[in-house]
């Protein structure tokens, strides 16, 4: 993702657009190993990127642009899958064996 006017870059870990190709993304998201360095959200904001995840230390992290596109607010669910339990994809995502935590998730989407 590059924007030349605003001087702008950005390189997310992963990036989805839903319901059809854009320029650029609706949801991105950032595993973090480190703190500090650039504000990616600032640089996602310049892309006016709705949705910003960030994974960092063994927690997932939902970022929601607002509405008037001026900054991002933290939220404990994600606008674009509003049905996507979050707590649930934080505890199935901390579980070392993928096959179980899949299994982990699935029987977490019967329950609710």
Not at 22 to 28: I, S
Not at 45 to 74: M, T
């Amino acid at each position: 993702m590059r924007r030349a006017l605003q001087q702008a870059g950005a390189e997310p870990d992963e990036s989805w657009c839903l319901d059809e190709e854009k320029e650029f993304p609706d949801l991105v998201l950032e595993i973090a190993l480190t703190s500090g360095g650039v504000n990616k959200l600032e640089l996602y904001r310049r892309f006016q990127v709705p949705e910003v995840w960030f994974w960092r230390e063994g927690r997932l992290r939902v970022f929601v642009l607002r509405p008037d596109g001026s900054a991002y607010q933290e939220v404990s669910r994600s606008r674009l899958l509003p049905k996507l339990d979050i707590t649930l994809l934080d505890r199935c995502a901390s579980i070392r064996s993928w096959q179980q935590a899949r299994r982990q998730f699935r029987a977490g989407l019967k329950a609710s």
